[in-house]
């Protein structure tokens, strides 16, 4: 007797994942931070980088210029990013996640070891900027004054639908207000700013563009009989009837206690835990199965990496809370249900804060302060 395994995504599987793109769209423009390319990787002189395509060439080109002037006058760094979103994450911890990561700012060693650079994230579908500052400046002074610099010069440009001159102006304003070098040669304002209502003008129409591109397919998608041509395609596909690959006489599909003894015993825990669905389908004529697996759409457990089954379940524990003063401290415990996998680790958070009530309208919101733990 042989026995087939279908991995391949359905047909209804495929089309849920489409409407759930149209309508996720930010969540579906999410990036990690590990997809996220260090500006300076690969001996690069670069320490802007756009992944949205949000700034012009020439203003990248001025803020990478700020950016360097900054390195060769105090030896300091400055790195500046823009994504398309932090799919739910806080902004400053999603920025300090990426500034450790790429180490910023890192100099000197033993007990001289400090880290006093400076990450500038803005998420531009999320409306959402942030500074995430090294453990060298991040005291409450410049906790205060990275969060001005974002309500006071940050969050009013991009307002006003300027993206170039917000990270521009707020990468200078970083120079200047927390790192302390006052002779930059670099202009107080964009070299183009007298362009701005030009740049307005098109982020507007972009945005509108962009509006009535996907706006018909959710209106289409979100009505009740989109809803049941959903639920009913979805029946149809898995529960049609099958032929038999080899003898081409009709199969079939056998109940859950059958269905047991043509999985492993992984696959029987998938099933348990509610992980994973397994449909069989059997010939009574050759004896052919026909086993296609079905992933939950949501579940709480993930993909082991000993057994590559999803059996691995995940406990969080905050072992130290974290301050408006200090960083905290997670505890990650996994298992899993399947194979002799466990994992125990920990990772840093960083502080909290405070809110400002001057970032709260239009849209844009910001966080200061921060860094590595």
């Known amino acids: 007797m042989a026995v087939i395994t279908a991995n391949r995504a359905p047909a209804w599987a495929i089309f849920t994942a489409l409407l759930w793109n149209v309508i996720c769209v930010n969540v579906a423009n999410a990036q990690s ?38 390195h060769q006058k105090v030896n300091k760094e400055i790195a500046v990013v823009i994504i ?10 999603y ?23 400076i990450l500038f994230l803005a998420a531009i579908n999320d409306r959402r900027a942030a500074i995430a500052l090294g453990n060298g400046i991040d005291d409450d002074g410049d906790v205060r004054n990275a969060q001005q610099i974002i309500d006071d010069v ?12 917000a990270m521009y102006e707020g990468t200078r304003a970083c120079a ?17 700013v007298a362009g701005r209502e030009a740049v307005r003008a098109n982020v507007r129409q972009q945005q509108r563009r962009g509006f009535w591109s996907w706006f018909p397919w959710l209106l289409g998608f979100s009505g009740i009989g989109g809803i049941f041509s959903l639920i009913g ?54 004896n052919e199965v026909l086993k296609i697996r079905y992933g939950k759409l949501f579940t709480r457990y993930s993909k082991c990496p000993k057994c590559w089954y999803i059996t691995v379940f995940r406990i969080e ?57």
């Not at 980088?49 to 203003?59: C, F, H, Q, R």
């Not at 398309?84 to 911890?93: C, V, Y």
């Not at 940050?154 to 001159?165: A, I, Q």
Request: aromatic share 8%.
């Open 317 to 373: 524990g905050t072992v130290i809370a974290a301050t408006y003063s200090s960083g905290g401290k997670v505890r990650v415990n996994e298992e899993c249900k399947s194979c002799h996998y466990h994992r125990v680790y920990y990772y840093n958070t960083p502080k909290k804060v405070r809110p400002s009530s001057s970032s709260s309208s239009g849209g844009w919101s910001s966080g200061g302060g921060g860094g590595r733990s």
């Open 84 to 93: 398309s979103s932090t799919n739910g994450q806080d902004q400053l911890a």
């Open 33 to 70: 931070i590990h997809e996220i390319p260090s500006p300076r990787a690969d001996g690069a002189q670069a320490w802007v980088v756009d992944t949205t395509g949000t700034l012009s060439e020439e203003a990248i080109a001025h803020i990478n210029t700020l950016c360097e002037e900054v």
């Open 176 to 192: 200047t207000r927390l790192l302390a070098v006052a002779d930059l040669d670099s202009p107080v304002t964009l070299p183009s």
């Open 154 to 165: 940050v969050v009013p440009l991009f307002k006003e639908g300027d993206p170039h001159s």
């Open 95 to 117: 920025g300090t996640e990426l500034f450790n990561l790429w180490g910023v700012g890192k100099t000197g060693y033993g007990t001289e070891f400090r880290e006093d650079g």
């Open 233 to 286: 395609g979805r029946y149809y596909l898995r529960y049609r009837a099958r032929t038999c690959p080899r003898c081409s006489a009709k199969m079939v599909l056998l109940c859950e206690e059958k269905d047991d003894a043509h999985l492993a015993d992984p696959e029987v825990i998938e099933e348990q835990i509610g992980s994973v669905d397994y449909d069989v389908w059997a010939c009574r004529d050759c």
